[in-house]
């Protein structure tokens, strides 16, 4: 990937992220990633994003590069070390795009610390409603994490490394299936199974999703919220935009057309675009939590 990593400690743990600055006066954008994805996810957007803005990818606490120690893998506890990253930079305040769970961080980091976000853009997100993949919830059930092992030897991660090399040399790669089997491979390593396992239960149970942002979300209602979905999404199902987008007024809802859940490596240009052209036809929300406030009070 073109934008290399970064390294600072947070809290003496070594966090990573990719960053492309552009002018000063321009938004910044901070790109949260999805379940044991990272910060290369963002790789066929970020340079179209930097055209236009700053643009800031971490890999959370427990994926990619950045350190997998044994602790909290909330969502509160996510929020809490961007909110810490950004101070750290001397970054802020963000339009945050979260995609899958990294959408449920971007609406906790907006619910926690309002002051650092001045738009709010949904990808595919979690937090939103019951329904999940059947693959997800298996993965939660006792004991789980003891077979996790026997599904990612690696031996089977070497060899599905390979044949991944061999079709995108002949031009045969489909990209959300290469990004779903990234995120497979990154298993293989026992220290990342963990850390796995401990985000996964904090968001979802045998049930579903057990984490839910829609009876708050009328707390958005000033901040201007976009909310993108692939219409064929199997991980996460499209319902779950239009609900978020009745429940947040005068949010913004696009569809993406035959696109499933990964709409930045399936349709990355489509998706440039359209955050583009929604934060430079958009006001950012002050900061502060006078609108969040007003909100509460009227509710």
Known sequence: MGIPLRHVT??????????????????????????AGNSRTWKDVMPGLAEDFTVLAPDLLGHGESAKPVGDYSLGAFASGLRDLLAKLEIGPVTVVGHSLGGGVAMQLSYQHPELVDRLVLVGSGGLGREVSWLLRLLTLPGAEYLMPLFFPPMV???????????????????????????????????????????????????????????????????????????????????????????????????????????????????????????????????????????????
């Open 10 to 35: 947070l809290h003496g743990h070594d966090v990573t992220y990719r960053l492309a600055e552009a002018d000063p006066d321009q938004p910044t954008l901070l790109l949260i990633h999805g379940m």
């Open 157 to 299: 991660r070497d060899r599905g490394n390979e044949l991944s090399k061999t079709l995108h040399d002949r031009g045969l790669s489909l990209p959300h299936i290469h990004e779903m089997w990234r995120a497979y491979a990154s298993l293989g390593q026992a220290e990342n199974r963990k850390a796995f396992v401990r985000t996964l239960r904090s968001v979802i149970d045998p049930g579903g999703q057990t984490v839910n942002a829609m009876d708050r979300l009328y707390l958005a209602a000033a901040l201007p919220t976009l909310i993108i979905w692939g219409d064929q999404d199997g991980i996460i199902p499209v319902d779950h935009a239009y609900a978020a987008h009745e429940a947040i007024p005068g949010s913004r809802l696009e569809i993406l057309e035959g696109c499933g859940h990964f709409p930045h490596v399936q349709q990355p240009d489509h998706l440039v675009e359209v955050i583009r052209e929604f934060v430079h036809t958009s006001e950012p929300l002050p900061g502060g939590m006078r609108p969040f406030q007003e909100a509460l009070l009227q509710a």
